[in-house]
């Protein structure tokens, strides 16, 4: 049996960065969804229940962050993993969800890769352990 393909939410308001980053996810095995400011993905994730991750930039067009992005998924949709990027600012950890991963920029694809795996990895585990 097929291992069901994980969705992943990139929401980057640059749009060559968030091309480039959906072909390589897309690449790595992911279906990749895709969102130009934090209200488009709030929309997206109210349509969709199947995202396994969010992947977002912090510095975000139309008053909402992508620390504000993360923190209200973590807080309405446990169950999906949460990177959270940036070149500009250097982001607390106290500042995200304990579950979330900052993943500074400029990274290599790899990185972007495996730690899109890990977060979702991570969230499974949990349900795993909360369903036992």
């Known amino acids: 049996m097929q291992k069901p393909t994980r969705i ?3 929401v980057e308001d640059e749009p060559l ?3 480039f980053l959906a072909d390589v996810l897309e690449d790595a095995g992911f279906a990749v969804l895709e969102a ?3 209200l488009e993905a709030v929309g997206v994730l109210g349509l969709r229940t199947d995202i396994d991750a969010v992947f977002t930039d912090v510095d975000m067009p139309g008053g ?3 620390i504000d992005l993360a ?3 973590a807080s309405t949709s446990p169950h999906i993993g949460i990177v959270v990027t940036s070149g500009r600012v250097d982001v607390a ?3 995200l969800p304990a579950e979330a991963r900052f993943l500074p920029k400029p990274y290599n694809t790899m ?3 495996s730690t899109v795996q890990s977060v979702i990895q991570a969230t499974t585990d949990v349900r795993a352990d909360r369903a036992s």
Do not use: H, P, Y
Request: charged share 20%; net charge positive.
């Open 8 to 10: 992943v939410l990139v």
């Open 111 to 113: 990185t972007a890769v």
């Open 36 to 38: 130009g400011s934090v």
């Open 93 to 95: 950890r106290g500042e």
């Open 17 to 19: 960065i968030r091309l």
């Open 71 to 73: 923190k209200m998924v």
């Open 64 to 66: 909402l962050c992508g």
